[in-house]
């Protein structure tokens, strides 16, 4: 039962890493360079919640959008800094640039924010149903269906509208894209801003699910949905989902069978596993 | 600039490289203070660590970006030796062979990826170290690290005063430069070099790319095991958290900033990135915002590195195919308006 428990408790962990990873696909599939900074995005995000709850009150749901918006505000910067310059160099200069943004957004965040750890309001404290001996609480219930509906939104929109279809040709190839007239430039920078959004709607659930807020909290989440979207194959945003469901599942079901801190020893194992037996990702194609 | 110094330098050779050993020798006599002088022993630290990622990053142009992982191996392998009572002398050298065996380790599974996939294996192994010195309390000291690390003999002194153990240091810093670049200049940096210009083209003229990748990998984790066993004893306790994350981008910038593939980029890298460091001090946790600019300013104007010369192929494409700095777009734009 024990053991059943802790398997709730990742996926619903799972499905905060998924929304990221996914975040992290969109980018990496529009962008086409690997970013640092999303971890302080996804903290960003996370802060603007703080923030809103304490001058506007206790609303989850535009707490969500405020995170948005913030999350992809600060993509823009980052984008603009990071990334537009270096879209034909080599890709390590446009990463050494996420490492110097994410580094100067940290410390950006502590001195502005404080270096102390910031409590959340706790949402359905308390709250949850029972089947048969398990416990799932109202939070975690609620964090899937988020994740659930934003990723059916976001592949709705990829699927069915105009600017989906430019975005996904400008994944596919960004000089073919431009042959048939879509404007890259701009689309690029659209596409990194969902990405940081939805990166920016996680760090809040990942807030409000642990009640805490902290400046350094962002360097951890980005590595996880780094792994997550490596996990499930490169620009894959499918397998990018289900590789973070795994992450969060195989993390959980790790502790609960030695101790808590070797967490995100399980995460990275599992990682190195698999990159060293299928290195194109679970669900990747090969040759790339 | 560069081109007129290597000119002079390649004139000049033996004069110059006795002048600066000398000057080496001579330093901890003119400086008086101990903090002045910690310092530069830190910077000499840094050297040995980004001299041996420089030898990973930019001569074979593998991306290892954990490179904490291996500094923290050579730390603790000196630490936990020490205090059974080993010689440390042998120690330095023992940290560095136990580094590279454990970088053998990871880079036989990863000698297939390339790129992103092995910089992400590099950095989960490194994160993997850290947790596991983390909670492995029984023989790491998990949490409280390890104290009291004993210093080494030196002609009848034992003392981590910075005086002495610079000479130390700077014994290793000689020979892990004069190392690499006898290496860099043999056969197999050849074979480096031309992996990382073209890995199928020098499959194609007969270069064993697994196995030269694997003795670039030992080679480099070597030396960033005798780095990190340098510095045990001199700062006397460790503990996981120096070997963050952090840590390791924090060399990796140092190696960026100076110039990559370069021999002497690391070196310039390591001076500059700790002297600014430490200028910027009184301004407290704004510091590493500074730090975090000068890293991001130097990928915009120039991402060879300090010592990269402008025909860098690196240089040119990311600068578009025009030549010049960013200071002369600059003017150009000024003028047009």
């Known amino acids: 039962m024990y053991l059943l428990e802790q398997l709730i408790n990742g996926i619903c962990q799972g499905s905060i890493y998924a929304l990221m990873a996914i975040g992290y696909a969109v980018i990496y599939g529009v962008v086409g360079l690997v970013t640092f900074t999303y971890g302080e995005i996804i903290m960003m995000g996370s802060f603007s919640a703080f923030y809103y709850f304490i001058l506007f009150g206790d609303n989850l749901f535009f707490a969500l959008i405020a995170g948005f918006i913030t999350a992809a505000v600060v993509g823009i910067v980052v984008h603009k800094v990071c990334y537009q310059r270096f879209l034909d160099a080599p890709r390590y200069i446009s990463l050494i640039c996420t490492i110097g943004m994410s580094m100067f957004l940290k410390n950006f965040a502590t001195i502005v924010f404080g270096s102390e750890m910031k409590g959340m309001p706790a949402f359905f404290a308390g709250k949850f149903i029972e089947i048969g001996t398990i416990r799932v609480g109202y939070m975690q219930l609620l964090i899937i269906g988020v994740v659930i509906a934003l990723s059916l939104v976001l592949t709705i929109y990829l699927k069915k509208t105009r600017m989906g279809m430019k975005l996904r040709a400008v994944s596919q190839d960004k000089k073919a894209a431009a042959l048939v007239g879509i404007n890259v430039k701009t689309t690029t920078l659209i596409g990194n801003c969902i990405g940081c959004g939805l990166g920016g709607v996680a760090g809040i659930l990942l807030g409000v699910y642990y009640n805490s807020v902290l400046p350094t909290m962002g360097g951890m989440a980005g590595l996880k949905a780094f792994s997550s979207m490596v996990l499930g194959g490169l620009g894959s945003i499918s397998g990018a989902a289900i590789g973070g469901v795994l992450i969060g599942v195989v993390e959980n079901l790790g502790i609960a069978l030695t101790s808590s801190g070797l967490r995100d020893v399980f995460a990275f194992l599992l990682l190195v596993l698999v990159l060293v037996i299928r290195p194109q990702g679970l669900f990747g194609k090969k040759g790339n | ?337």
């Not at chain 2, 110059?16 to 910690?38: C, Q, T």
């Not at chain 2, 000689?174 to 074979?191: D, E, P, Q």
């Not at chain 2, 060399?251 to 370069?262: D, E, K, N, P």
């Open chain 2, 1 to 337: 600039m560069t081109e007129k110094l290597k000119t002079f330098y390649n004139k000049r050779k033996t004069i110059i490289l006795l002048v600066l050993f000398a000057m080496a020798i001579a330093l901890p006599f003119l400086i008086e203070k101990g903090s002045v002088m910690s310092l530069i022993v830190r910077i000499m630290f840094y050297i040995i660590l980004a001299s041996s990622l420089n030898i990973i990053n930019g001569y074979s142009g593998q991306f290892n970006i954990g490179h904490a992982g291996f500094v923290l191996i050579g730390s603790y392998t000196l630490s936990i030796l020490a205090q059974l009572g080993w010689p440390i002398w042998v120690l330095y050298i023992l940290a560095g062979v136990v580094t590279s065996i454990i970088g053998l380790i990871i880079a036989l599974p990863t000698l297939r990826l390339r790129g992103i996939y092995l910089a992400l294996v590099t950095l989960g192994f490194s994160e993997i170290l850290r947790l596991i010195a983390l909670n492995w309390t029984g023989l790491t000291g998990g949490p409280m690290g390890i104290k009291g690390i004993p210093a080494p003999w030196f002609f009848g002194l034992r003392s981590t005063a910075p005086h002495n153990y610079y000479f130390i240091v700077l014994f290793f810093v000689i020979i892990c430069l004069f190392t690499s670049y006898r290496v860099i200049n043999s056969k197999v940096g050849r074979a480096w070099m031309s992996i990382r210009e073209d890995d199928h083209a020098a499959m194609s003229l007969g270069v064993d790319i697994r196995k030269y990748k694997a003795i670039n990998f030992m080679f480099g984790a070597f030396w960033a095991g005798v780095g990190g066993a340098l510095m045990a004893p001199f700062y006397t306790f460790i503990d996981s958290s120096m070997f963050s994350l952090d840590e390791g981008f924090n060399i990796l910038s140092m190696v960026i900033i100076g110039g990559q593939g370069t021999l002497i980029g690391p070196v310039v890298g390591s001076v500059v990135v700790n002297l600014t460091t430490e200028i910027f001090r009184f301004a407290d946790e704004a510091r590493l915002l500074i730090y975090a600019i000068m890293i991001m300013a130097m990928m915009w104007i120039r991402p060879q590195g300090l010592a990269g010369t402008s025909r860098s192929v690196i240089a040119n494409r990311s600068l578009g195919k025009e030549r010049g700095t960013f200071l002369k777009k600059l003017l150009k734009k000024k003028e047009v308006k």
